[in-house]
């Protein structure tokens, strides 16, 4: 039975450290996450689920501790003797990461839903948070470029998010339907917050964010939405948010991540967590505004940010 107190909608690498902040401040049971499979791609016939590995490995303590994705101590054996032969090594496939992509795939490939293939997985690696694609359809995000209508990790990782992007492209979410265990975690009675974790909006929320049913139940859940900007001081940790933001003529800052939120889904948040490098733009945010410091580089600064949006007090509620 899924019943959270706390869910989390996260992307990959910058929304795994506040998961572990909450997987490790929370009894388990009480954290459910809702994670992004817009990246998700065929690859050298494998079903490739990026920002679910990233999540799960950060949760199992056997993520790659420099990259955020892939495994740690990770050997590339296989990829080395593929591209000796000729096969692509734009996609890093490590040996032991390559094992959970060949269980993943001979399963995927006998139509198991994703959400019990990722349950099964998780189990093996003894982690007690409830991981959750966002749905079991497939959805892909891909984005109109000066390069042409690219593939999400064409774009991402290839061509490392070079190309000059017009619109993003949330492809399959506007006819996919949250599975019944997401329906179950966003209608739990236990439930008491929902947090937006600080992925890339544009590509790691809006995709979750972008399925009908899903975000209808986000808002009749009845608990403060509470997102953590990815921004700090106009900057972004990791990754192409900022030059994103730009390029589609948004604003690259914490009042930009507001208004992304808010004209996506009107009155989505209760109340967001900046940057204290922010704090100035306090008065130009329509919800509750909290600070604190967000960059998230030890574990103490995971747990942190975690206390922060499990503390932030806000009106809203249960009617
Ligand atoms: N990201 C890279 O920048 N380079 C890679 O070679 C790469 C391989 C890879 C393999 C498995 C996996 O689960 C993730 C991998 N990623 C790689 C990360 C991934 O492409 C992105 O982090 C997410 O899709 C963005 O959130």
């Not at 497939?138 to 390069?147: E, G």
């Not at 208004?259 to 130009?284: N, P, V």
Request: hydrophobic share 45%; with cysteine; proline share 6%.
């Amino acid at each position: 039975m899924i019943a959270p107190r706390v869910v989390l909608l996260c992307g990959g690498v910058g929304g795994a450290k506040l998961a572990l902040g909450l997987d490790r401040s929370l009894p388990p049971g009480d954290l459910a996450i809702i994670v992004n499979t817009g990246d998700d791609f065929d690859h050298l016939g494998l079903r490739i689920c990026p920002d679910l590995d990233t999540v799960l490995y950060t949760l199992a303590g056997v993520v790659h501790p420099e990259q955020g994705w892939g495994r740690a101590d990770e050997t590339f054996t296989m990829l080395d003797e593929l591209v000796r032969r000729g096969g692509p090594d734009w996609f890093r496939l490590g040996d032991r990461d390559l094992a959970l992509h060949l269980q993943r795939s001979l399963r995927w490939r006998r139509d198991d839903r994703l959400t019990e293939i990722t349950a099964d997985l998780v189990a093996q690696f003894d982690v007690h948070t409830t991981i959750l694609p966002m749905t079991d359809g497939i959805v892909a995000t891909r984005l109109d470029t000066d390069a042409g209508m690219l593939d999400f990790q064409d774009y991402f990782v290839r061509r490392r998010c070079a190309p000059v992007v017009r619109k993003i492209h949330y492809e399959g979410t506007r006819s996919a339907v949250m599975s019944p265990e997401v329906l179950q975690a966003l209608s739990s009675p236990r439930l008491e917050r929902i947090v937006i974790a600080p992925s890339n909006p544009l590509l790691s929320i809006a995709p979750i964010l972008s399925i009908p049913d899903l975000s209808d139940q986000l808002r009749s859940a009845g608990v403060p939405i509470i997102a953590v900007a990815p921004l700090i001081g106009g900057r972004a940790i990791k990754g192409p948010t900022v030059k994103l933001m730009q390029e589609l003529g948004m604003q690259a800052d914490a009042c930009g991540i507001y208004e992304f939120y808010t004209d996506r889904c009107a009155g989505l948040l209760d109340a967001i967590l900046i940057d204290t490098a922010d704090g100035h733009q306090a008065s130009k945010i329509g919800c509750v505004v909290a600070c604190t410091d967000t960059l998230m580089q030890t574990m103490a600064d995971r747990l942190r940010v975690a206390q922060s949006v499990l503390e932030l007090s806000v009106k809203g509620g249960r009617p």
